[in-house]
């Protein structure tokens, strides 16, 4: 079992910045690949970036590549999504995500979600 606390959602300027964190609980942290998600309402979650369980492998969607960087730290048990360059469009409910497969960018592989942190960007 793998739990996940997403925390670093909040309201920005478009052009602005922010720093989502996702703590995992348990020993195994190391051996997942992590995935975050955003979705918009009414819509199904979409891909926004994975790193795989060493960080050696990385994916984006290409709606945020060059803005958007993940990034984990092993010891800490922790994954990270530095966005910069913020734009209105980003406004969603952001997840974190857990499998043991490797970088996928479909949802329906992760076995463990946070509970998910909303970032608001306004024009």
């Known amino acids: 079992q793998v739990q996940l606390v997403e925390t670093g959602g909040g309201t920005v300027q478009a052009g602005g910045s922010l720093r989502l964190s996702c703590a995992a609980s348990g020993r195994t942290f190391r051996s997942y690949a992590m995935g975050w998600f955003r979705q918009y309402p009414g819509k199904e979650r979409e891909f926004v970036a994975g790193i795989s369980s060493s960080g050696l492998s990385i994916d984006y969607a290409d709606s945020v590549k060059g803005r958007f960087t993940i990034s984990r730290d092993n010891a800490v048990n922790t994954v990270y999504l530095q966005m910069n360059s913020l734009k209105p469009e980003d406004t969603a409910v952001y997840y974190c995500?857990?499998?043991?497969?490797?970088?996928?960018?479909?949802?329906?592989?992760?076995?463990?979600w946070g509970q998910g942190t909303r970032v608001t960007v306004s024009s």
């Open positions: 995500a857990a499998q043991r497969l490797g970088v996928i960018p479909d949802l329906y592989a992760y076995d463990y």
